[in-house]
């Protein structure tokens, strides 16, 4: 069993910067890919990025260049450092764990992944 809990949400406004984070505990040993994921009310989830234990990154498109995943594998912990945010960005961001490290959910496949936070939930005024 994996917990992933997310913190660092909240209210900004446009072009501010905002830092998410997450925790995962309890079985989290060996290769793995943790992601980033949001969602708006009467849309379907959208991959964000996603970062494999070595560090490497991959980003969707929308999100690139503005934003960037992190991770401390010594609390395995991720970040999402979220630069120049729009009111389009307004979601409620989850993170989630693939516990098998498969190319399909590098690239953003959800259903790919075993386990997911709560959400917390990013505001961004214009």
């Known amino acids: 069993q994996v917990h992933l809990a997310e913190s660092g949400g909240g209210l900004v406004q446009a072009g501010d910067s905002l830092t998410l984070s997450c925790a995962a505990s309890?079985?989290?040993?060996?290769?793995?890919?943790m992601a980033w994921f949001r969602q708006t009310p009467g849309k379907e989830r959208e991959f964000v990025g996603s970062?494999?234990?070595?560090?490497?990154?991959y980003y969707s498109d929308s999100v690139k260049g503005r934003f960037t995943i992190s991770r401390d594998n010594t609390t395995n912990t991720i970040f999402l450092r979220m630069n120049r945010l729009q009111p389009e960005d307004t979601a409620v961001y989850y993170c989630?764990?693939?516990?098998?490290?498969?190319?399909?959910?590098?690239?953003?496949?959800?259903?790919?992944?075993?386990?997911w936070g709560q959400g917390t939930q990013v505001t961004v005024s214009s």
């Open positions: 989630a764990i693939d516990l098998h490290l498969t190319i399909a959910s590098v690239r953003g496949d959800e259903a790919k992944y075993d386990y």
């Open positions: 970062i494999i234990r070595s560090g490497s990154q």
């Open positions: 309890g079985r989290t040993f060996g290769s793995y890919v």
